[in-house]
Every structure is written in structure tokens, then in C-alpha cells.
């Protein structure tokens, strides 16, 4: 019998596998489409690495942990996947980004620079500052390359014994009291079979719904398009020139961007807002109009050098929790989940690995991980 089953190899799922296969346990990765794919949240060629948490200061220790797994991961496959960049976070000195930022640096020693208005301007040009807005430089935080990341995680799984399957969708599973039973099919032949396991972990993303019925709330998969434009003078963009940034307006919204990368030939930008409502399976792949507007003003307003031609546009999606942090816990005796990354998870992948695999395995973690439990909710 597996010790476990992992649904979903995708960004928290490949890195759940890479933890189990590396404390030795027999585990099972299942994953619907390719691995990786860019059917869900994790293609785009970027992610923000940040540990100064505006979000919640309790993330921190996880941030130093993934940090350090990320670099681990690095020395043992001989692959660059976390590139520092630095974080430059702008916004209003009475908003949010800034000072909750602030907060959670001081709270936890991480190091952060406070920019002044004229040296802001002097570092970095390319952006236009309203009074009253305020800077600061995380000099340690950057980017992760995540289609790569998740790849080699998942390779990293297959080399310490794990299996992967792609292309073979769960369809429903069951507690018999003594393991869990798996009802799975083989998309290529249509083949359906059933597998047990001691336990089962759900990586799903925006497919959790389907397959996990008690979580006792609803997650809300929303659509998500980001967009590459080329500026005006693309050295002053280039990777090594220019930080990662994340931006607040004047009227609180959140945007953020990317350098230039070997990748993309334009500068990454983004919205970080709740989008439109979708189907995972029906999610509207086509860049429109109104996706590239709050960008193309955003640009205007704060980065006119970047404003420059469109090189390129994606859709991800986003599975949002109802208060937009993470859920890692079990669900029932046998079962484990982490769902819910509403757009900011990516960075966390392979401290969340090592979560579910203590949970899967020893039916608890010692990781500061319980502000992401169920019981938030008032779940059990």
C-alpha cells in the first residue's frame, strides 16, 4: 500500500511529493494535465519572493524556511530558480503596502531600507511618486522562476522514488476506516482504476472543490490576466538594473511587476485584485481590452518609460479563500489540504510541502503553520 497519494502536481503538489519522497515514504503524484502546465496558477515565468509580509507577520517564519529550502533545492539539482532582486513597495504612507510592510520587518528583523522621496527618485526614475507616498527597498527578496521550480521539484520527487502520473484525473476517493481508496482515470485511453493509500493530500488549486466536500466554506476561483510591455529604454528594466516592485495607488489598488528576464523580452506588470469570477475548466484563455486598461493607466500614472508596446499577456487563475490566506490542515483522519493561496503562495511552495508531508505522515507538524488551520473558520 502507498503511504500517500498527492492530487495535483502543480506547484504545492510537486513540492509535496519532493518532501515525501525524500523522507523516503511511497507517494503517488496524480496530475490531470502536463507537469508543469499552464492551465493554473503557476506559468508566467515569475513569482515574487518577499519575506517583509504585508499580508500577515506569522508568514514570516515560513517565508525564512521556504527561503532557505528554495536555495537548498538550488545546491542539489545545480539549478538557479531563486533569482534576488530586490523588492521595492510603494504606496501611500497611510495605506497599507508601506506600513504593514514596515510592521512586519520590524516585527521579524527583516532587513528593509526606508526610502526617501529624493532618493527614490535619484535609484530609481522610472517611477512618478504623488506626495505622501512613501518607499522601502527589501534588498533580500526577489523572484522565483516557477514553471522551472515546479519542474524540478517534480524530477527531484522521481529521483528520490516517487511516482508521477500526468494526465490521469481523480475522480472521487473514500475513507474505508484503515486507508483511503482512490477512483482514478487515464485521460489518453479513458481507463478508470482504483488505488489505496494511508493518506490523501489535495494540491488541487481551483479544483478543490470538486474533490474536497468538508472544508465547510466555498473557494472562489477567479481569473487573472498579467501582461508584458516593452519600454522605452529597456536596459534601465533589465534584470540586475531593476528590482521586483509592488505598488499601492492612490486609490488602493495593488499593482506589481517584473524586470526584463531571459524569458520576455518586456517588463512584467500586474494587478493583484480579486478578478472575474470563473470555471476552472472554462476559464476565458483571450486578452481583452479591459484586462490591459487598469495596466495601461497604472503605466501611465507611475511608469511612463514602461508604457511601450504589448509583447505579451497570460491568463492564470487565483483560488481565494474567504479571507484571503492560505488553508493548510487535514481534513479528516486521513486526508490533508492546502488550498486557498489567493494569488500570493507560489513563494511558500516547498515549506508547504514539508507541512503536508509532516501531516500526512505523523498527523501533525511542528511548523508555525496553525493560523492557516480550518479552525479559523470554525472548522474542525
Given at each position: ?24 515514504a ?8 502536463d507537469?508543469?502546465?499552464?492551465l493554473?496558477?503557476h506559468h508566467g ?12 507577520p506569522?508568514?514570516v ?18 539549478r538557479?530558480?531563486?533569482?534576488v532582486?530586490?523588492?521595492l ?16 520587518a ?7 531600507e ?27 527578496a ?15 520527487a522521481?529521483r528520490?522514488g ?43 488549486g ?23 510591455f ?33 524569458s ?15 470555471d ?10 479591459a ?8 503605466l ?17 487563475t ?9 488553508i ?15 494569488g ?5 511552495a ?13 498527523g ?17
Amino acid at each position: 500500500m502507498l503511504d500517500a497519494i498527492v492530487v495535483g502536481v502543480g506547484t504545492m503538489g510537486a513540492a509535496t511529493c519532493d518532501a515525501l519522497a525524500r523522507r523516503g515514504a511511497s507517494v503517488l503524484g496524480l496530475e490531470q494535465f502536463d507537469i508543469p502546465h499552464a492551465l493554473g496558477a503557476h506559468h508566467g515565468h515569475s513569482r515574487l519572493f518577499r519575506t517583509a509580509y504585508f499580508e500577515h507577520p506569522d508568514y514570516v517564519p515560513l517565508l525564512r524556511e521556504a527561503f532557505d529550502l528554495w536555495q537548498d533545492l538550488e545546491r542539489r539539482t545545480a539549478r538557479r530558480l531563486l533569482l534576488v532582486t530586490g523588492v521595492l513597495y510603494v504606496g501611500h504612507e497611510e495605506g497599507e503596502l508601506v506600513p504593514r510592510t514596515l510592521a512586519s520587518a520590524r516585527a521579524h528583523d527583516v532587513p528593509c531600507e526606508t526610502l526617501a522621496p529624493e532618493t527614490l527618485a535619484d535609484r530609481f526614475p522610472a517611477f512618478r511618486v504623488p506626495p505622501g507616498f512613501a518607499a522601502l527597498l527589501e534588498p533580500h527578496a526577489g523572484l522565483v522562476l516557477p514553471e522551472l521550480a515546479v519542474a524540478t521539484l517534480a524530477s527531484e520527487a522521481i529521483r528520490h522514488g516517487g511516482q508521477l502520473r500526468a494526465h490521469e484525473r481523480v475522480l472521487d476517493w473514500r475513507d474505508t476506516g484503515t486507508s483511503v481508496l482512490v477512483r482514478a482515470r487515464r485521460d489518453p485511453d479513458g481507463q478508470e482504476y482504483e488505488i489505496e493509500a494511508r493518506s490523501i493530500i489535495f494540491c488541487c488549486g481551483a479544483w478543490t472543490s470538486r474533490l474536497a466536500h468538508d472544508l465547510g466554506h466555498r473557494l472562489h476561483v477567479t481569473r487573472q490576466p498579467v501582461a508584458w510591455f516593452g519600454p522605452g529604454e529597456p536596459a534601465a528594466f533589465d534584470l540586475g538594473a531593476f528590482p521586483c516592485w509592488a505598488f499601492e495607488s492612490q486609490s488602493r489598488e495593488f499593482f506589481y511587476g517584473i524586470p526584463i528576464l531571459p524569458s520576455s523580452p518586456g517588463i512584467k506588470v500586474g494587478a493583484h485584485a480579486t478578478g472575474r469570477p470563473t470555471d476552472p475548466d472554462l476559464v476565458d484563455r483571450g486578452i481583452h481590452a479591459a484586462d490591459l486598461d487598469p495596466l495601461r493607466r497604472f503605466l501611465a500614472e507611475h511608469m511612463p518609460t514602461a508604457d511601450g508596446p504589448l509583447l505579451g499577456a497570460a491568463v492564470c487563475t487565483y483560488t481565494n479563500s474567504p479571507d484571503g490566506h492560505f488553508i493548510v490542515d487535514r481534513i479528516g483522519a486521513r486526508a490533508a489540504i492546502a488550498c486557498g493561496f489567493s494569488g500570493h503562495g507560489f513563494k511558500f511552495a516547498p515549506v508547504i510541502g514539508e507541512i503536508l508531508a509532516d501531516l500526512a505522515l505523523e498527523g501533525r507538524t511542528s511548523r508555525p503553520a496553525s493560523f492557516l488551520s480550518l479552525q479559523r473558520f470554525g472548522a474542525a
